[in-house]
């Protein structure tokens, strides 16, 4: 009886390392919620919206005045991604917001501190951090979950950190350009990860129009939404 070495079989037909190019690292993440937030925010505000081709690397990640959104996720695996709006561009995309949604001007709110801003502000954040899901989902074939936006006012800056431990924490940092010139900022933190293709795969495709159909029916949806309580919100931050 002939006995086969099983393991160089195996070792033979086994691909090397080098063979399985990384198709996605921190950087194509991030750009890709970059992408999901001019996307989201192009349509429902119909305005125009850009994103520095520079990113920062930054040691941590802050809520900042004067409004600024966290949003955790987890999964294959962790993050946290935070955007810091000034007034002017928080209001800028508020007002565009309702007005697309065919409110009337004199009815919307006229304070950046106003629940109703922080309420539509939360809200397209939450579709923002949903539409970068369901991408990470269909393009890397992996599955995150997301918490509920907090979107809070402030009156100074509060350093946040995700609560697991990462072994090599990598942050960065974004600038964006409202159409009018006003200027906010996305942070995201997460572990160094590199997803490496296997096997091809045919990644779904989304549908623009669905996409559309589906912000404007969250937006109608949002404008209902109680605000948040943010004394109890900030006392759990120790502010």
């Not at 000034?86 to 950046?112: C, H, I, P, Q, V």
Request: proline share 2%.
């Amino acid at each position: 009886m002939v006995y086969t070495n099983d393991f160089k079989l195996r070792q033979a037909s086994v691909m090397s390392e080098q063979d399985y190019p990384v198709v996605c690292g921190t950087e194509d993440l991030l750009r890709s919620l970059c992408d999901s937030v001019i996307k989201v925010l192009n349509m429902a505000t119909a305005s125009h919206l850009s994103y520095s081709g520079m990113i920062q690397r930054i040691t941590k990640t802050c809520l900042k005045p004067d409004i600024g959104c966290f949003v955790l996720f987890d999964g294959g695996f962790s993050g946290l991604v935070v955007t810091n709006f000034s007034a002017a561009a928080a209001m800028e995309l508020y007002e565009r917001y309702m007005l697309n949604m065919g409110m009337a001007k004199d009815e919307l709110a006229t304070a950046f501190t106003s629940d109703d801003v922080g309420n539509v502000m939360g809200e397209l954040m939450n579709q923002i951090v949903g539409d970068f899901t369901r991408k990470v989902s269909q393009e890397l074939q992996t599955h995150i979950t997301q918490n509920q936006p907090k979107m809070l006012a402030l009156t100074k800056q509060v350093a946040l950190s995700i609560d697991t431990h990462l072994d090599q924490p990598q942050a960065r940092r974004v600038s964006f350009q409202t159409e009018r010139g006003n200027i906010f900022y996305l942070e995201m933190a997460v572990d160094r990860t590199e997803f490496i293709k296997l096997n091809e795969f045919q990644a779904e495709e989304i549908d623009p129009d669905a996409l559309l159909e589906r912000i404007r029916n969250q937006s109608r949806d949002a404008v209902a939404l109680a605000s948040v309580d943010q004394d109890e919100l900030l006392k759990s931050l120790d502010m």
